[in-house]
């Protein structure tokens, strides 16, 4: 079966792919558009407002660092920076209820763009890497020559409603 998948880079080269029906828009702001929010864990960056909505903006490469026991590298955002905000939902979005979805906006490196990928070719995840991953990360697949690891969208949500208060 074939289906389609948003890739991104987050933070050091670091390549990733999600469901394109988990995928809404693609944000480019200023990083002061983003409002802190006090006492929520260090990868949420903040909200913005969007179309009239509060989104939270979510730092992907810290929060995978963090449950994937990896060492993050720190990131300082400057003033004037433009941060690219992938928007996802944990919804598929041809079954979205039209305002009551869960959404996050997501800071990544690069957009790559649309990928069509045979659901057979997908492998699992190497079972030398620790059981963490097997949460976060649904498979791997090759594209363009290099390995990149599907993301478990389901559990990144799931991972933020228990971070939130």
Do not use: H
């Amino acid at each position: 079966m074939i289906k389609d998948y948003f890739c991104i880079q987050v933070r050091q080269s670091v390549q990733l792919a999600l469901p394109l029906e988990n995928v809404i828009d693609v944000i480019t702001l200023n990083w002061e558009k983003i409002y802190p929010i006090p006492g929520v864990a260090a990868a949420l960056l903040g909200v913005v407002n969007q179309r009239g909505r509060l989104l939270w903006v979510l730092e992907l490469g810290d929060l995978l660092s963090q449950l994937l026991g990896l060492t993050p590298s720190p990131i300082r955002y400057r003033v004037g920076e433009r941060l690219k905000l992938l928007t996802i939902t944990l919804n598929p979005v041809e079954q979205m209820p039209s305002e009551d979805s869960r959404q996050i906006a997501c800071v990544v490196s690069e957009l790559k763009g649309v990928v069509s990928l045979d659901t057979d070719n997908i492998k699992p995840i190497p079972t030398n890497l620790t059981p963490s991953f097997n949460s976060f990360l649904s498979g791997v697949a090759v594209i363009k020559n290099l390995p990149v690891a599907l993301l478990n969208v389901p559990a990144i949500f799931a991972t933020l409603r228990i971070l939130t208060p």
